[in-house]
């Protein structure tokens, strides 16, 4: 059998890993070969893709980025692009794909199933809300970052008697915010899951600069906003695809709570830097995991379904039941990590 992979969406340090794993898989357990197809989707579409074989992923495992390349590109809000998928599938003989990627590439997949092709998703997120399994490859890389981030930021603005806002991606959820923040052990949490008063946060920091302590960290997801009715007037900016533009509330809550406290404040964008480098071995472990059980699949017959962590066990669970959801952060850890503010 061909097989084809993509990794489509925002690039995250794992996918490497996965794409290994699928090639190594297919070539020495089921004698099957492997094609990569460049930038995604559009790659797809466009007929770009290279053999991959044991020699081509040798040495990639801890190599963050992805090798094939990638793009946000999705064939369905294309016109003619589904057929254009069909079309390079058949010329180039790939009988079954593996589309590694977050909501929009899976949501892709699931579409071009529907459209008769043999597929098989593997999540990839940094922002971890791909519904259906417990972790997306990317988000353990992101909230190492991120943490060590904040234990750096610790440091600087207890010298300087600072209130220090880090502004971490995670597009309409607070994964990212609640894991590294707690991590981190952040004063405040703000989360888009748990929307945020502004008088309380000031008066917040206020009592905690009076009572004990000379500086304080605020974690804030790119995402989070203020709770409707309350003092400050914010609408997420976003940009012509619709995704968040960063370091917009970061900006707005900082001039916010220096002029409300009267604090010295300042502020750290993570941005990309939470998408890049080495991935962290759980990460290198799921991607590894999730590339052999999508070969695994495609070897039983199995398609439309994407592979997933469900507490220690890998699963499979169908496209169908997960494209076009987002997973929030559950109210429990919401509630931890305010428990510890
Ligand atoms: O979905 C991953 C993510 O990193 C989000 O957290 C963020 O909002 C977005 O991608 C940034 O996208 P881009 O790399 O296109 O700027």
Not at 112 to 128: L, R, S
Request: with cysteine; hydrophobic share 40%; charged share 25%.
């Amino acid at each position: 059998m061909r097989i084809g992979v993509l990794t489509g969406g925002g690039d995250v340090p794992g996918l490497n890993a996965a794409i290994r794993a699928v090639v190594k898989r297919a070539e020495m357990e089921y004698g099957h070969s492997v094609v990569g197809f460049r930038n995604g989707w559009r790659g797809v579409c466009e007929g770009l893709l290279m053999p991959l074989t044991r020699e081509d992923v040798r040495g990639i495992l801890p190599r963050g980025g992805t090798m094939l390349g990638t793009a946000r590109f999705h064939p369905h809000q294309h016109d003619g692009g589904i057929d254009a998928v069909l079309s390079t599938l058949e010329a180039e003989r790939v009988e079954a794909l593996v589309c590694i990627g977050g909501d929009g590439t899976l949501k892709a997949a699931s579409k071009v199933a529907d459209a008769g092709v043999k597929v098989v998703g593997i999540p990839k997120t940094i922002d971890n809300d791909v519904e259906g399994t417990d972790l997306s490859i990317g988000f353990h890389t992101a909230i190492n970052i991120a943490t060590e981030a904040i234990d750096r930021l610790h440091t600087t603005a207890e010298s300087h008697n600072r209130v220090m806002i880090v502004e971490v991606m995670g597009h309409t959820v607070g994964w990212i915010a609640v894991n590294a923040g707690l991590a981190g052990g952040a004063d405040l949490i703000l989360t888009p899951e748990d929307p945020f008063d502004i008088e309380e946060v000031a008066a917040f920091i206020k009592r905690r600069h009076k009572s004990h302590a000379n500086f304080s960290i605020v974690v804030v997801a790119e995402g989070a906003q203020p709770a409707e009715g309350t003092a400050m007037d914010f609408e997420t900016p976003l940009n012509e695809r619709g995704a968040i533009v960063a370091g917009s509330i970061g900006e707005r809550l900082t001039q916010e709570l220096s002029e409300r406290t009267g604090f010295d404040t300042r502020l750290t964008v993570l941005g990309h830097v939470q998408r890049g480098g080495t991935p962290t071995p759980t990460d290198r472990i799921l991607g590894s995991r999730f590339g052999v059980a999508a070969v695994d699949a495609i070897s039983q017959e199995t398609f439309g379904v994407m592979t997933a962590l469900r507490g220690e066990e890998i699963k499979l669970v169908p496209l169908k039941k997960i494209a076009g959801k987002v997973k929030q952060v559950p109210q429990e850890l919401v509630e931890v990590s305010k428990a510890l503010w």
